[in-house]
């Protein structure tokens, strides 16, 4: 059975930065590409960060400069780190694992970006 351990979120200052860990069990994690989603009310799930099972690295337009994602395959995790938050960062984020046609999805952690 997968399972996703989110942590992080939460309240925060604009201007702050975030930090969100996402711990995964059930999987092969080094031979997943792990990262993070993200979800606003109205909105379509985008892209934040994913990095590879081989460490590329891919960010979304709107985190670009300003995010870096880490994983650590011994402890099965995944870490997001945004800086300069603003109200636009406000939305539901997802962890996700993917390995070829098999991709899984954690529950969702609420970050709220207050002014």
């Known amino acids: 059975q997968v399972q996703f351990v989110e942590s992080g979120g939460g309240l925060v200052q604009s201007g702050g930065s975030l930090n969100l860990s996402c711990v995964v069990s059930?999987?092969?994690?080094?031979?997943?590409?792990v990262g993070w989603y993200r979800q606003s009310p109205g909105k379509q799930r985008e892209l934040v960060a994913v990095?590879?099972?081989?460490?590329?690295?891919h960010y979304g337009d709107s985190v670009k400069g300003r995010c870096t994602v880490s994983r650590d395959n011994l402890e099965h995790e995944v870490k997001l780190q945004i800086y300069s938050l603003t109200s636009d960062d406000t939305a539901v984020y997802y962890c996700?694992?993917?390995?070829?046609?098999?991709?899984?999805w954690g529950q969702g952690t609420q970050v709220t970006v207050s002014s």
């Open positions: 990095i590879t099972s081989v460490r590329s690295f």
């Open positions: 996700n694992a993917v390995s070829g046609y098999t991709a899984y």
């Open positions: 059930g999987i092969d994690f080094s031979n997943y590409a």
